[in-house]
């Protein structure tokens, strides 16, 4: 069973920048693509951004394309989550996830880190 646990949430100024982490309890985690996926107050969760098993090709939402950076190191187990210009609509529950098969299917989820932006 793979673990996935996330840090590195926070209150942030608009225009600030947070960096998340999510680290995996063991090497299995580079068969998977990871994701991020957020959720704010009474809206869906949104896919925002996903790195391929190699670290190869990545996507980013239209929402926070230019503005957030996702990477990830398979020989430590982390992947990790620039976010940069940080906006008020970007507060929310991050989620990292992991899927053998792209989105929309998850097959792991950590327990989220809450990223706030306001003055």
């Known amino acids: 069973q793979l673990q996935l646990v996330e840090s590195g949430g926070g209150l942030v100024q608009p225009g600030g920048s947070l960096r998340l982490s999510c680290t995996a309890s063991d090497f299995t985690v580079s068969w998977y693509i990871l994701a991020w996926v957020r959720q704010a107050p009474g809206k869906e969760r949104e896919a925002i951004s996903c790195?391929?098993?190699?670290?190869?090709?990545?996507y980013y939402a239209d929402s926070v394309k230019g503005r957030f950076t996702i990477s990830r190191d398979n020989a430590k187990n982390t992947m990790n989550l620039q976010m940069d210009s940080l906006k008020p609509e970007d507060t929310a529950v991050y989620y990292c996830a992991a899927s053998r098969t792209g989105h929309p299917k998850y097959d792991y989820w950590g327990q989220g880190t809450q990223v706030t932006v306001s003055s």
């Open positions: 790195i391929s098993s190699s670290g190869g090709s990545t």
